[in-house]
């Protein structure tokens, strides 16, 4: 009983102090001036965030437009200017067989002198040369290029020559 008896006099205690904070909120009047500014306030605050949601739709639709014209203008680009039609030959002077281009090192120079390398002709992809770090045009990266290779005995490339 002792329990119902504390509940009840907390209960008798919470209202009594609920009662004073509503007399006291009850004698406070805000003026009319604050009242009406912070009406103002929410209503300018309210259009401004309005805008806000309207301009973020918009924002996926003006990023898809400017991607497609971007592109469209690229696409144009290519039309209009396409890329040179030049191959990778020397200006003007054919490579003869007394003349032919010096064998450039695939691996360090020590390896090169460790067995008796020997000679081949091949084609390789003008993409295979890219990615040794020679410039390559685009529009003959799927081609294939003519090159001679010195090859260890267990078929490894050393170095390699391009003949066209």
Do not use: C, Y
């Not at 009047?29 to 401004?48: G, I, R």
């Not at 639709?61 to 971007?70: E, F, K, Q």
């Not at 020397?90 to 008796?116: K, M, Q, W, Y």
């Not at 091949?122 to 990266?141: H, K, R």
């Amino acid at each position: 009983m002792n329990t119902l008896q504390d509940a009840s006099n907390t209960d008798a205690v919470l209202d009594q102090q609920f009662n004073l904070l509503r007399k006291d909120l009850q004698e406070l009047n805000t003026p009319a001036s604050t009242e009406q500014a912070l009406l103002l306030a929410f209503a300018k605050q309210q259009v401004k965030n309005k805008k806000q949601a309207r301009n973020k739709g918009l924002r996926p639709w003006l990023a898809g437009l400017l991607t497609l014209s971007g592109s469209f203008g690229l696409v144009m680009l290519t039309v209009l200017f396409p890329a040179s039609q030049h191959q990778l030959a020397p200006d003007s002077i054919t490579v003869s067989n007394t003349e032919l281009p010096p064998f450039v090192a695939l691996v360090p120079l020590e390896r090169l002198h460790e067995g008796t390398p020997h000679m081949m002709e091949t084609e390789v992809p003008a993409a295979w040369l890219a990615s040794l770090g020679m410039p390559v045009s685009p529009e003959i990266a799927g081609d294939m290029v003519q090159a001679q290779m010195l090859v260890a005995a267990d078929g490894e490339p050393l170095a390699m020559r391009l003949l066209k």
